[in-house]
């Protein structure tokens, strides 16, 4: 066994998927526990006489949290609160300074690229920008069947008929008309469904979606966020929903943690986190959506860090 794969002692439980009856049985869906998670970046700024800045921003801060197989996990914090840098991490795109990432059995932050491919197997990123994120000269066809060759070793034949399946899935039909179609042909909510088809193909136990809606024009974010929904129920898949906005969180999560300054400082029922918030933080970001200029009032400062 590849060292980056071996079991790690006291791996948490996986959980067998409900089948629906149709096709082969789903594999177990791992659960996923961040313990004690810390990312140190050097600062990206020079000083003023362009010597190498030796400045530090943590932009994730001793973070723990875990998502049980299943389960769909709202991270809302504003920018800058270390969302992104939690959603590289998890996927291994970064290593965290401190901490250990968990996936089932498997180490995430000792994955190298063998250890990667097989954990992008199981786990995808949706990513926030539905316009950079897609080859400008691929078709939706290419796009779709490259994730079912690669991952699932399928013919030409066999993808071909799989992305029909899967652009049906995201509600792209008739997938005749889509699949040879160029990203600049597709509106905003098109090309975000492409990409929720394209972390789908490899047919992942956990999907990780950072701000999916929040570059799409407001009539068309809740069918892309229901589509999500309804994924994850349909499909038994765990979902890690990143956000700013508490108002989507509370349509797509069973459960929400508050990121401050890279720090969980609330974590709960996304319920129950609404209806008793305990931190200032979280009271601020509820008060923000009843009233939209409160935030630039508020008592809590950004969550733009000075670096130390
Ligand atoms: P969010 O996704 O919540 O907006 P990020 O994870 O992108 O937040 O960023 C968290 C903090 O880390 C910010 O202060 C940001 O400026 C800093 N940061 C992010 N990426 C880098 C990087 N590659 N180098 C230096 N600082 C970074
Ligand atoms: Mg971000």
């Known amino acids: 066994m590849p060292a980056d794969l071996t079991p790690v002692p006291d791996a948490p439980a996986t959980t067998p998927v409900a089948d629906n009856g149709t096709g082969p049985p789903r594999p177990p869906v791992p659960e996923l526990t961040l313990s004690h998670v810390t990312k140190v970046y050097r600062a990206r700024r020079r000083t003023p006489d362009s010597r190498p800045d030796q400045r530090r921003v943590v932009a994730v801060n001793d973070v723990s949290f875990s998502i049980a197989p299943g389960a769909a996990v709202g991270l809302v914090g504003a920018s800058g609160s270390g969302k992104s ?17 968990r996936f089932g059995a498997v180490a995430v932050e000792r994955l190298r690229a063998g250890g990667l491919r097989r954990l992008h197997h199981q786990v995808q990123m949706v990513f926030q ?3 950079s994120a897609l080859n400008p000269l691929h078709t939706v066809e290419y796009t779709l069947t490259r994730p079912c060759q690669n991952f699932l070793g399928m013919s030409g034949a066999q993808a071909r008929e799989r992305v029909a399946e899967l652009l049906e899935t995201v509600g792209l039909t008739p997938a005749s008309q889509f699949a040879p179609k160029l990203p600049h042909q597709l509106s905003g909510g098109q090309r975000q469904r492409v990409l929720i088809a394209r972390a789908l193909a490899s047919e992942p136990t956990l999907i990780v979606a950072d701000e999916p809606v929040s570059m799409l024009d407001v009539s068309l974010r809740a069918g892309v966020l229901n589509l999500l929904a309804d994924l994850r129920r349909d499909r038994g898949l765990s979902l890690l929903y990143i956000t700013h906005d508490l108002l989507s969180a509370r349509v797509i999560t069973d459960e929400l943690l508050v990121l401050y300054r890279g720090q969980v400082v609330e974590q709960g029922a996304t319920k129950e986190v609404l209806q008793h918030p305990d931190h200032p933080y979280t009271r601020q970001l509820i008060g923000a959506v009843a009233n939209p200029f409160a935030a630039a009032h508020g008592a809590i400062p950004s969550t733009d860090r000075e670096t130390t």
């Open 85 to 101: 840098t939690l959603a590289g991490m998890i996927t291994g795109s970064q290593r965290p300074t401190d901490g250990s990432i």
């Open 129 to 131: 920008d539905p316009y």
